[in-house]
């Protein structure tokens, strides 16, 4: 089963976990957009049939949606995680707050739910516009790089959802309920 190859995720505590997103999640998948983009602009520039340029157009609108996921995961989560490890860390109680603690900890893990949701639907609709590459069309060579590279991102994506929906998820409401964020 899929689930025992991530159990060693499990026992990860909440920072360390999310550093490992990062680093093995995060900034390949932005390498990967880096180098999906240069190839859309590599197949706009050749003269090609309409599909595969209509799909290149498709991956570039994909691709800005997916950086802007991953940004979003980089500038708000991961400093979020070392605020609440931090938190933690200091026994800090939230119900013992007189509006100082600014930190909105539920709508953390809501809006982490929410913007998995949206990316699942924009990787289907880029998979809803794949041309089949066993039709009797041929496609530039450039057309089949990059759906290879857009097929790595999608895997990429679906783990990181994997792990972020069964590991980082849980391990954020744990510490959440550490310092008695959600009594507020």
Same mark, same amino acid.
């Given at each position: ?25 995060? *900034? ?28 290149? #157009? @498709? ?10 996921? #991953? ?17 933690? =860390? ?19 893990? @809501? ?6 949701? +949206?990316?699942?639907? #924009? ?20 057309? =089949?790089?990059?759906?290879? *590279? ?9 783990? @990181?959802?994997?792990? +972020? ?20």
């Amino acid at each position: 089963m899929a689930v025992k190859i991530y159990e060693e995720y499990k026992n990860i505590a909440l920072k360390p976990f999310a550093e490992k997103l990062q680093s093995e999640y995060y *900034n390949a998948i932005e390498i990967s957009c880096a180098a999906s983009k240069l190839q859309c602009e590599k197949i706009k520039s050749i003269e090609i049939s309409e599909s595969p340029l209509q799909y290149a #157009v @498709l991956c570039l609108n994909v691709i800005a949606e997916i950086e802007k996921h #991953v940004s979003n995961r980089k500038q708000i989560y991961m400093p979020y995680v070392h605020t609440l490890t931090e938190k933690v =860390r200091d026994s800090h109680d939230c119900t013992n707050c007189s509006g100082s603690c600014k930190i909105n900890h539920n709508m953390h893990i @809501l809006d982490l739910n929410a913007t998995n949701e +949206e990316m699942t639907k #924009v990787l289907s609709r880029l998979q809803l516009s794949t041309l089949p590459l066993y039709s009797e069309t041929m496609y530039p060579d450039a057309y =089949r790089v990059l759906r290879s *590279n857009m097929t790595m991102l999608e895997t990429n994506l679906t783990e @990181l959802f994997f792990l +972020e929906n069964n590991y980082l998820i849980p391990k954020i409401a744990e510490a959440q309920k550490n310092i008695n964020a959600g009594n507020r």
